[in-house]
């Protein structure tokens, strides 16, 4: 498996921009699937982007579809998601994931982060 470290997380105004960051450690990373969840005080973990190995395909439910982006760097192993045009329904905690297999489902993804809180008052 794959230790995962986001950060970058913080308090924002609605209308702001945000850039998580997620290092892994490892030798294996381009060999990875990566994803961002993220889950808001009573509700369940949901999906909110996913990259291929290259980097070449990308996922995006379309509460988050023109917003954010998600990016990779396989030379410094780490995972990006740049959020824009933050709202007060983004408030979660965001946690980055990896996965052997192209998914948008929680379940395929065996390695995760302990997370970031991204609060965004309006």
């Known amino acids: 498996q794959v230790q995962l470290v986001e950060s970058g997380g913080g308090l924002v105004q609605a209308g702001d921009s945000l850039r998580l960051s997620c290092a892994a450690s490892?030798?294996?990373?381009?060999?990875?699937?990566m994803g961002w969840f993220r889950q808001a005080p009573g509700k369940e973990r949901e999906f909110v982007a996913a990259i291929g190995w290259r980097g070449g395909t990308t996922y995006y439910p379309d509460s988050v579809k023109g917003r954010f982006t998600i990016s990779r760097d396989n030379l410094k192993n780490t995972v990006y998601l740049q959020m824009n045009s933050l709202k007060a329904e983004d408030t979660a905690v965001y946690y980055c994931a990896a996965a052997r297999k192209l998914s948008t489902m929680v379940g395929d993804f065996g390695s995760w982060g302990q997370g970031t809180q991204v609060t965004v008052s309006s």
């Open positions: 490892g030798r294996t990373f381009s060999s990875y699937v």
